[in-house]
């Protein structure tokens, strides 16, 4: 009977470290994966964080565009480039045609 309880023993023993051995490999695999994908979850992060700043820039940039399109500058500027007009008190040069 003895003999019978060292074996039982060194079976629960076998078993019990067979489990621990199993749930370590099982927990050092799921620590790498989630290293991996914390790893992706900072790159995306990263990436996102340089889209919000440059839709910040290009929301400043048209705000500035938008003000800027009020002025009396820009109105005189569209007028001479895209409609050829001129203020009264300007002369218009051409180039002669020799040159």
Same mark, same amino acid.
């Not at 629960?12 to 489990?19: E, R």
């Not at 996102?48 to 938008?66: G, I, N, P, W, Y």
């Not at 500058?73 to 569209?78: D, S, T």
């Given at each position: ?8 023993n060194?079976m ?8 621990v ?9 799921k620590?790498?994966?989630? $290293?991996a %994908?914390?790893?992706e979850?900072?790159?995306? =992060?990263?990436n /996102?964080?340089?889209?919000?700043? !440059? ?12 003000i800027?399109v009020?002025?009396k ?6 007028a $001479?480039? %895209?409609?050829?007009l001129?203020?009264p008190? =300007?002369i218009? /040069?051409?180039?002669?045609?020799? !040159?």
């Open positions: 009977m003895h003999r019978r309880d060292k074996w039982g060194r629960t023993l076998i078993g019990i470290t067979v489990v051995l199993s749930l370590a490999v099982v927990v050092n695999l620590s790498a994966s989630l $290293k %994908k914390d790893l979850y900072q790159i995306r =992060e990263e /996102l964080q340089a889209q919000k700043d !440059e839709e910040e820039q290009r929301t400043k940039d048209l705000e500035e565009r938008k800027y009020q002025t500058q820009y109105i005189e500027e569209v $001479k480039e %895209k409609l050829g001129v203020m008190d =300007e218009l /040069l051409k180039p002669s045609e020799g !040159e």
